[in-house]
């Protein structure tokens, strides 16, 4: 197709998607003719992950570029990238500036000892999660921790269902384009469904019916 | 305590104090002459929150007041007032903007009906989730869905650990104080922890050891 079908289907401005391209976001089309280039169905996928990342994903540019460059990088094992790729699209949010405490810390690591999981000291999110218990500790709540167990099996369960998805994709590109959108969207599929849950929990230990609003 | 010494305890100036008391967020102290305040250990606790709700929670202070004068509302079941305070601190972050598709719509509907969760349409999280998965397909990643099952178990057992740890804090302000930290926190902890089970994960599915950097 040419380039104004690509805008027309993908609701980007023309020059927008020449300045990926010359931002390297986007391959060039093929040329046709010295003036000419023609764009396949690989660019509008390209181009709607990009909108997306921008968007969804509340990424930089430059951070965007990155992981791509790794999306694109075939020279690595799949397996080396999808790590890439998961701590870039989905750094740590911050929840409490500063050094987490002793306490925290110790807290993840014996965390990670009773999962069986491979946290060692400076791991980032380890590190966040510190952090995130350090902020609770602050708040008078470091009795929040008692639940990590309960979230640590629960994120397990989630990461199984991840990676089922994404081995399912089969080639690797569209493994690691899944890589990218599982961990944009996961945490606002999460987010949402841990809220109605909530909900529905309140509303059986406070001897609400379930169908509360039906009474 | 003075308000010198509550300004040392939690790294608030002075003025910002004031401020906080003048917008009705703080409790003013208690007046010991008609020049002189002296503040408790409240103070100190509710002055810790507004901050973290500014900070980790980035919450504005229009919304930090809604949410006290709930927390703070005496008149009403202390379950009404929970549903209240967990939608306002943890507003569903925008996932896609615009209408969510009929596909998306139906997917949502169903997985209610599996769970046996009450999520009439229209519900916001329930169409907060439906965009995330209108955004999905936009990407070609429609079968992302595939994951809602596991995801919506995952959710469940956050959520009845939730509940076990502000049903434990006992007092009605503990608990609401609770059901805020929990919001604002439980995302981050989630989502550290959600990292780090897929690199686990990924690293059994994909052959490498549990350990695998010590190979």
């Known amino acids: 197709m040419r380039i104004g079908e690509l805008s027309r289907r993908t609701g980007v401005p023309v020059p927008t998607i020449k300045f990926y391209v010359r931002e390297g976001l986007l391959p060039a089309g093929e040329l046709t003719s010295p003036n000419q280039a ?21 990424l930089s540019l430059a951070r965007i570029a990155e992981i791509l460059a790794v999306v694109d990088d075939t020279s690595q094992p799949v397996f080396e990238l999808m790590g890439e790729v998961a701590g ?14 002793a306490r ?48 640590a099996q629960a994120a397990e369960r989630v990461a199984e269902a991840d990676l089922s998805y994404v081995r399912g ?6 493994v690691l384009e899944g890589v990218v959108i599982g961990m944009m969207l996961g945490d606002a599929v999460f987010g949402s469904l841990r809220r109605i849950a909530q909900a529905e929990e309140a509303g059986r230990v406070y001897g609400r ?4 609003d039906e009474e």
């Open 38 to 58: 023609t764009y396949g169905d690989g660019h509008e996928r390209r181009l709607r992950l990009i909108r997306s990342m921008l968007g969804v994903g509340g």
């Open 88 to 101: 870039t699209v989905a750094a740590p949010r911050p929840a409490g500036s500063g050094e987490p405490s």
């Open 104 to 151: 925290a810390r110790a807290e993840v690591a014996a965390l990670g000892e009773r999962r069986g999981w491979h946290v060692p000291a400076g791991h980032p999110d380890g590190e966040a999660l510190a952090r995130t218990l350090t902020e609770a500790e602050r708040l008078g709540h470091e009795g929040f921790a008692v639940t990590l167990d309960a979230y």
């Open 169 to 174: 994709l089969g080639a690797r590109d569209d």
């Open 209 to 212: 019916g379930r169908r509360g």
